[in-house]
């Protein structure tokens, strides 16, 4: 005698007989399919590699270490802002990095200003990859900016930070007009 299972098919198509057998390749069929489905899916994703960056100043003290047990998320040559809720806004048209250093830093870089990267520190849910003037990096409740400047020898030099990038930084862009 044989094992059957009774399935219901839809609302109202009433009821299907279908053996152990037959239930049994159905389940792997589709566990195998969801699988493979999966696994095709995960090879369109690209790790996230944080980009590490040579700079020419090294501090005792930096973003990411911990002094007396409690976490650095400034160091010297940063701005710190309170954002009180405000979005952390792509300047210029560019792209946004995960920093291999710091305290949840990401670091912005624009063909527009192409000596320069701009480091923000305390940012939280990233948007990583190309982003357009205004879009939205990431947010936090308080962030550390600094402005770095490529040198001759290809290192990094922290400089003089914009307040231009950083007020672009913080403010939603006006709309555009529209005729």
Known sequence: MTNTLAIAFGFSSG???????????????????????????????????????????????????????????????????RLRGTRLRAPFAGQVELAAKG??????????????????????????GLVQAGEVMGHGQQIHFATLRRQPDGAWAIVEPSDRVLEQSLNRPSPALRF
């Open 15 to 81: 009821l299907a007989v279908v053996s152990s057998l037959d239930l049994g390749r159905l389940v792997i069929s589709l566990g195998l399919s969801l699988l493979l489905a999966g696994l095709t899916s995960c090879g369109r994703l690209t790790p996230v590699v944080p980009r590490q960056i040579v700079l020419k100043q090294s501090w005792e003290i930096e973003s990411g270490d911990r002094v007396a047990g409690q976490l650095v998320t400034g160091s010297l040559g940063d701005i710190s802002v």
């Open 103 to 128: 305290f949840h830093c990401i670091y912005f870089s624009t063909p527009e200003v192409p000596a320069y990267l701009f480091r923000y520190c305390g940012v939280r849910q990233p948007r990583l």
